[in-house]
T-cell receptor, first 116, second 114 residues
Framework: GAVVSQHPSRVICKSGTSVKIECRSLDFQATTMFWYRQFPKQSLMLMATSNEGSKATYEQGVEKDKFLINHASLTLSTLTVTSAHPEDSSFYIC????????????FGDGTRLSIL | SQQGEEDPQALSIQEGENATMNCSYKTSINNLQWYRQNSGRGLVHLILIRSNEREKHSGRLRVTLDTSKKSSSLLITASRAADTASYFCATGTTSETGFQKLVFGTGTRLLVSP
């Protein structure tokens, strides 16, 4: 099946640090990648959608200057949390899908971000 | 909020029993998908049902979709302890900008005891 690799799986860093998370589709071309945020025991909240080679589309309430998304190729998207603060601590999950109306999304294993 | 709701929030059963989870949503959809999430991990795609379909099977999974009631159900038959996880429904929609995206429900935490 389709595999999405997300790294790192866990990050612990000081307040003010910028953190980059990578999301790679290993065996298919991901025309669209998605970034989600999930709080404990809650559902996934979509942060942004990115299509290869174009700017990401952010959901309402998500600061694009805070959460920088780059989708430079059909297999790689990155999310950079700039100048992270404790309130940015969360579980971040990426997903990827190929072209087509009814294609499922394939998810990475998530990144647990803890800002001290 | 467009987020769907799932019922029940938590379900505890014995191995061998069936588990039924329900999902309600608010908007028109292209498809509805069910995902499973083990604690602290990403989501695993289980099954997708298109808006013009009413029922779909995959192994021990059975999904129904009623677009008139904007609801779906996931039935897991002959449950196993390994089925313990959180299950999310997600509606596939087209955004205002033309992108296909998923809106996730609130999830059901399933516990299957040996």
């Amino acid at each position: 099946g389709a595999v999405v690799s997300q790294h790192p799986s866990r990050v612990i860093c000081k307040s003010g640090t910028s953190v980059k998370i990578e999301c790679r589709s290993l065996d298919f071309q991901a025309t669209t990648m998605f970034w989600y945020r999930q709080f404990p025991k809650q559902s996934l909240m979509l942060m942004a959608t990115s299509n290869e080679g174009s700017k990401a589309t952010y959901e309402q309430g998500v600061e694009k200057d805070k959460f920088l998304i780059n989708h430079a190729s059909l297999t790689l998207s990155t999310l950079t949390v700039t100048s992270a603060h404790p309130e940015d601590s969360s579980f971040y999950i990426c997903s990827a899908r190929s072209l087509g109306l009814d294609q499922p999304q394939h998810f990475g294993d998530g990144t647990r971000l803890s800002i001290l | 909020s467009q987020q769907g709701e799932e019922d029940p929030q938590a379900l505890s059963i014995q191995e061998g029993e069936n588990a039924t989870m329900n999902c309600s949503y608010k908007t028109s959809i292209n498809n509805l998908q069910w995902y499973r999430q083990n604690s602290g991990r990403g989501l695993v795609h289980l099954i997708l049902i298109r808006s013009n379909e009413r029922e779909k099977h995959s192994g021990r999974l059975r999904v129904t979709l009623d677009t008139s009631k904007k609801s779906s159900s996931l039935l897991i038959t002959a449950s196993r302890a390994a089925d313990t996880a959180s299950y999310f429904c997600a509606t596939g929609t087209t955004s205002e900008t033309g992108f296909q995206k998923l809106v996730f429900g609130t999830g059901t935490r399933l516990l299957v005891s040996p």
